[in-house]
């Protein structure tokens, strides 16, 4: 099934399920550990609060990706969608730290199936010539819902407290799922001789274009992860050389973090929704991606380096333009580099390389920082980064 053959409504369905797959997590972010701590949690326990969702997520998204090619892409997608506000209703009711853990790994489940369902449903929709600007437009809802989800959070928690954080989450999405149900299509009817396909992880891994997107999107995720981990840190670091107490020191770099982010958005959501996110359909992903990486890495090494604000801003609108070419320029090449029967695995295969990313770039960092004195912990980011620059080359060669 092409765009070209769905309503508006039913793109408009498909963009709004993109932006509620998306903001649970994003928005739960500054909710997740003091709600473990109320329920008694010690700062590890906290920690396996934080890290539950993204591991269930990682442990799911090879499965949500088989579930997607066996049984249909809009099957998966709705069961997920049911399963992930009822999870969350459960962080506002649990009244221990084992029953909040539970409903995080459910959660987390829950959004890697729904993830690698929803990628393989948006590569069916995508008439070819348009990979990269349908995948492109869903690159800048989960930029607008990483925007605006962790500051949302905070709002609703200051006024209201964390509980309605939790519960007006799951009303939203409950809502959104009920509207956009009756106009979600299905793109893939599996069919028994569909379904038995020996090989086809080899297959897949065989394509180049595959192989560099995996790569590509490794690379951002790592450098997300770190730059999201670490970047308010280094401000507060700096707030205090500067002579700040440390509520000031805490203010300040709370409010230019979040000023610096949203920067990084506003042009990552411009690049994704311009021209640019095309050019994979008619020049495949390799030199896109080789581009990005590159303003990546020249990203994090401004901010290893980086004495004054201005420094900053220019990392992170280098930032921005490296995730607005990356983004949909890999997401676009699983779409076109794989046989709808195999897609909803490619999908799969996306978002673990995307999860391993985010969580390998701050694991890494932080463990250089504390091995060796004075590194910068954006040196995980940047060591990942500068590899899969390294490796481009060699994953995109044809397979012999």
Known sequence: MSSTSLSRRSRSAIYIAVFLTF???FALL??????????????????????????ANLAFNLIGGALADRLG????????????PAAIAVYAFADSLPLFLAARVIHGASGGVLAAALFALLGDVAAPGERGKTLGRAGALIGVAAVVGPAGAALVANAAGINAVFLGLALLIAGGLLAVLPLLPETFTPSVARIRTPGAWRRILRNRN????????????AAVGSITGFIKDGLFQRALEMGRDTEGALRYATSVSGGLFSIFG???????????????DKRGPFGISLVGLSAILAALILLSVSPRLEIDLVAMILYGVGYGLIFPA?????AMATEPGERGRASGAFNLSFDLGISAGPILGGTLTTLIVGLTPFSGGLLLVALALLLLPAVGREAS
Do not use: K
């Not at 595959?210 to 995720?221: H, K, M, P, S």
């Not at 506003?266 to 994979?280: E, P, T």
């Not at 890999?330 to 699983?334: E, P």
């Open 266 to 280: 506003l042009v990552a959501i411009a690049i994704m929704l311009s021209r640019f996110a095309a050019r994979v």
């Open 73 to 84: 892409r809009r099957r998966v997608v709705v069961a997920a969608l049911v399963i992930s």
């Open 30 to 55: 500054p909710v997740i550990g003091p709600r473990a701590q109320e329920l008694g949690g010690t700062p590890f326990l906290v920690g396996i609060a934080i890290a539950a969702y993204s591991l």
């Open 23 to 25: 903001i649970d997590n």
């Open 330 to 334: 890999a997401a676009g090449a699983v």
């Open 210 to 221: 595959l192989r560099v997107a995996l790569l590509a999107i490794f690379g951002l995720e």
